[in-house]
């Protein structure tokens, strides 16, 4: 769709659009072209010297443990993020539907965690799982469980997942909540005039027709899961103990960060860009879908 | 199925629905409850581990040392020059990004000229580049421009928005032609058209977009950890972040609760309070 009527002129729209451009072309474009061409070059830690070393960056970072453990991790926590957040935003969404009284009071009580910073998220969670003084966490080591999230990585595991899950359910609650509002009441009163129970009518009615937006959801939780939860896995565990919290993103923080690996952090760099490019395909691929829905 | 029946069955419905409603309240409001609780106690109570589950009296002393001093092992910068830093950033990434997305829109939608195609998906590229894929050559672009610790380097790359371009691209492709006409004939130029016609007409929008923008831009970690090491740009979640340190037993934790609940109360009144354009902004993002 465009514009019939339009104004005349070259030299203004260029103008118009220079900032955005130029702010593109320094912080986003420039740096990209920069890590594409860092990652195919060996260079020593001072830049005294660089050569051209091919593939040879990929090559160990698909090889490294460390950073096929990072996969893995990521891969753990972002699927158990992603299913935390829906499901419970979804059991609540369809508990406030029904509520019908009362149900933007909810909404009020269920969306402000969206406002919270990932990082401060974290440090609300962990005044509770804190081993000696969080409420949890001492109530846990009472009962005989050895609960310290410092030295068990999977205790550190499931803090942060559950602190990463808990802001992000304000925000499917929304997309859920609108979902299941704009569902005709009259396709419901034919489901149970043909006497399905309230729990077949969720499933067989209710469900499909929620389905563009939870599949929508699950890409969105996805790439929440990798990008902005940095701040809750470095102000958490800094990706401990050991590397057990270790994702990509914080991988390429630390490889490039702290440890100067140029190449490698690189090259790790170009991987996830690969990645995003997909994940944002997928995502656009698929709101074409949601409108006609 | 007589009346009587339908009519238990729906109320126990309902009961069911606001049990599991305030439940999921409840979990939602407890980490909130303790750090609140807690930063009303003086340092030994909760360092002893006794978590106090009810206010206590010490709640002046520390939100004025956090306000004032900072506090934690590692002594943060005060936390009143962090909320500054952290507002004045969030509404110059938030008024930024809404002015150049704004004025870029404009353009692509208002004007044909050679390279529109090519301007917009250069646009639309930012999309696929979050920051985290490219921290060490942006950071060194940072430094070969001396932006390092400045406010101009922790707000001016995070201002494009692909985002923002879209939203406001959709929503000029929906004014009618007419206008543009009218305009033509009253003799009315682009610039006087854009700004008597086309941002009265986006007030909304940009007051939906506001608000998720100045959220995005007050919970941003990752740009400034890596760009500010000077206490005096300090933002708040980042300071928050260092003052819990490698999380020890010994720590002032009733500052830090304090300065924890300072962290989060602008950005969550700023949701409760705008709640109808923020849920807008949202949905309509997202689109």
Redesign the interface.
Known sequence: ???????K??L???L??A???A?????????????IY?SLLQEDPFGLRREFVGTENFDAVLNDPLWLNALGNTAVFSVSVAALALG?AL??AV??D??I??ANL???????????????????????F?P????IG?ALNAAGVAWDY?LNGGQAMLLVIVASA?KQ?S?NF??FL?GLQSIPRSVLEAAAIDGAR?FRRFWTVVFPLLSPTSF?LLV?NLVYAF?DT??VI???T?GGPGNATETL?YK??VD??QNLN?GA??AQ?VI??VL??GL?MVQFRF?ER??HY | MDAATTRRRRLRGAAWAHAVLAIGVLIFFLPIWITLVGSTHDTATIGRGDVPLLPGGEAIANYTAAWNAGGGRYRSAPAGLMLGNSLLMAVLIAGGKIAISLISAYAVVFFRFPGRMLAFWTIFLTLMLPVEVRIIPTFQVMVDLSLVNTMAGLTIPLIASATATLLFRQFFLTIPDEYVEAAKIDGAGPLRFFRDVVLPLSVTNIAALFVILFIYGWNQYLWPLLIVNDRGLETIVVGLAKMIGSGDTQNEWNVIMATAVLALVPPVFVVVAMQRWFVKGLTETEK
């Open positions: 769709m465009i514009k019939r009527v339009i104004f002129g070259q203004l729209p260029l118009l659009l900032p955005q451009l702010v593109t072309a320094v912080f986003f474009l420039w740096p990209a072209g920069q890590a860092q419970v059991l609540l508990q406030a029904k509520a009284r009362g909810y909404k009020t009580m269920l969306i402000w965690p969206y406002a919270v910073a990932p990082a401060v998220a974290a440090v609300l969670w962990l005044f509770l804190h000696s003084i969080g409420l001492r410092k808990w359910v925000y929304i997309f609108a309230p929508f969105v990008f940095f701040g470095h102000a958490l800094g993103i390429v923080y490039g960060v140029l952090s690189a760099s996830l860009m995003v490019v944002t709101v949601r409108v």
